[in-house]
């Protein structure tokens, strides 16, 4: 980030009154400039990008349009040159430089690494492929690109530019996107993400300075960036509201641009003011599921002050998507199905893991058998059974053995015994405690058998017609038999 445009402008304004009055020349017609966005061409885009960049030249060379601006994005995801993608966007390129200048502004750092862009500037055919890929002013002069040395053109540099290339056809404010670590790094700022908005605000009202005044000569001014604006609706339909985008629609009228051409949000809006316009083409065309709108390049008409987009639409892919809280309605999907042929569908629903046999993908996928695609997301909800209904709303480990013993229906007095004696002794204590019981039942019963002859039953209580030895308990087995029960007993 440079200082210049944080110096006062005032003595530049004066200097400009020393120009020759007969340079004043104003543009009567309007300029025609194709505006393209995000094409991200990459391998999986590729059909898709080269088929609406196609239609969307032949529109723009047909309409005899005399500049072209691309506003980030041409490429996506790192696209490596040898990708069949690359060379598409290469011919594409090249096949507009045969008709007009072409200025690419610098996308996405992820989808467009400085230096993707560079090559380009070499397969130019008639006119020139200009690359912004920093903030700077760039004057068109007929068919050349005469940038700014700094962050905005100098007085000096103005005056040596009407000398040399006459009155510019149009000049660029070029807001490429902003590397908000390198702005952090070099601003020391804390917060860079929300200090951007702050620094390209001052920059485009002294931007907005220059602009002006080159308006009153009859230049048109036009403004390309790739950010986010504040308070705009992405393809989703979800508004951007935040602290951290880089604009606010405020500071881009700030900057006095006729037209301000903008990427990244792939949704075509825009904004008026005065007869000034702000404006997204949205993307070239429709590369995710759910994207609404439609998408196309805007065709521009400027006059110093005053400026229309036309979005132009391109043939983009037209997507169906439908969700099913349940299993798939079937009867539905065969009436969608009728108007699907070529189309790209996604078919969402929502089921229980015990239901989940109940669709038939094989039949959904025979009734799309004529779209361009179907995509099926099934997503499986597993099954959760109430166990222990309200056993977790209880507190303590006794709490939770009660309600289990009332819902299972056995008594929990013994469970709880059990349990304090788990968590009053230890293992060995609580296997002695089992086993003298055991010793003491198997003694006494022993001892009960031998003083006791057969015949002479009258020392012992009288049970009954019950003889004794039908009480005895059966003999218990260590890895079987419940030794808590006879213990208890
Ligand atoms: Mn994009």
Same mark, same amino acid.
């Given at each position: ?11 530049? !304004?004066?200097?400009?009154?020393? %120009? ?36 969307? %030249? ?81 004057? %068109? ?102 602290? $951290? ?102 078919? /969402? ?17 025979? !009734? ?11 997503? *499986? %909800? ?20 009660? /309600? ?27 296997? $002695? ?34 003889? *004794? ?21």
């Amino acid at each position: 980030m440079r200082e210049a445009f944080w110096l006062p402008f005032s003595f530049f !304004l004066a200097g400009l009154s020393a %120009l020759p009055i007969l340079e004043f020349v104003m543009h009567g017609n309007a300029l025609r400039v194709a505006h393209f966005s995000d094409l991200h061409y990459s391998p999986a885009n590729l059909v898709e990008s080269d088929r609406c960049l196609a239609f969307g %030249l032949e529109r723009a060379i047909g309409d005899a349009c005399q500049v072209a601006v691309f506003s980030g994005d041409a490429t996506d995801h790192r696209l490596e040159v040898h990708a069949p993608a690359f060379a598409a966007l290469a011919r594409r390129v090249h096949q507009l430089s045969r008709h007009c200048p072409i200025l690419m502004l610098q996308g996405t750092f992820s989808h467009e690494p400085p230096g993707t862009l560079d090559l380009l500037r070499l397969i130019d055919a008639q006119h020139p492929v200009y690359v912004a890929d920093r903030i700077h002013q760039v004057a %068109l002069c007929g068919s050349v690109f005469v940038p700014s040395d700094d962050a905005a053109f100098s007085p000096a540099e103005l005056d040596v530019l009407l000398a040399q290339h006459g009155m510019p056809e149009v000049i660029f404010t070029c807001v490429p996107t902003v590397n908000k670590a390198t702005l952090a790094a070099t601003a020391g700022i804390a917060d860079a993400a929300t200090a951007v908005g702050g620094y390209l605000a001052a920059y485009l009202k002294a931007a907005g300075a220059i602009n002006r005044q080159v308006r009153e000569w009859g230049v048109r001014t036009i403004g390309v960036s790739h950010g986010t604006v504040n308070g705009c609706e992405t393809e989703h339909g979800v508004p951007m509201a935040g602290f $951290d985008h880089e604009f606010s629609i405020g500071a881009l009228f700030d900057a006095e641009c006729d037209a301000f051409m903008l990427g990244h949000i792939h949704r075509a809006q825009q904004w008026e003011r005065e007869g000034r316009v702000v404006a997204y083409p949205g993307s070239i065309g429709r590369f995710h599921y759910g994207e609404i709108g439609a998408k196309g390049f805007l065709r521009w008409n400027i006059e110093p002050g005053r400026a229309t987009a036309e979005l132009i639409t391109t043939p983009a892919r037209e997507t169906i998507c439908v969700d099913f809280d349940g299993p798939p309605d079937m009867q539905r999907l065969a009436e969608m199905a009728a108007d699907a042929m070529g189309k790209f569908v996604r078919i /969402r629903w929502t089921i229980n893991e015990e239901h989940r046999q109940l669709v038939d993908r094989e039949a959904i996928q025979a !009734l799309f058998a004529a779209s361009a695609e179907v995509k099926i997301e099934a997503r *499986i %909800l597993p099954a959760v059974r109430s166990r222990a209904e309200g056993i977790s709303r209880t507190v303590t480990l006794a709490e939770k053995l009660v /309600r289990w013993s009332e819902l299972v229906g056995v008594d929990a007095t013994p469970v709880v015994d059990r349990l304090s004696q788990l968590e009053r002794l230890d293992a060995k204590a609580i296997a $002695d405690s089992v086993l003298s019981g055991l010793t003491a039942t198997t003694a006494l019963l022993e001892e009960q058998e031998s003083t006791v002859p057969a015949d002479q039953p009258a020392n012992l209580p009288d049970l009954g017609a019950e003889p *004794i030895a039908a009480a005895h308990p059966p003999q218990l087995e260590w890895l079987s038999d419940d030794l808590f029960a006879a213990e208890a007993a």
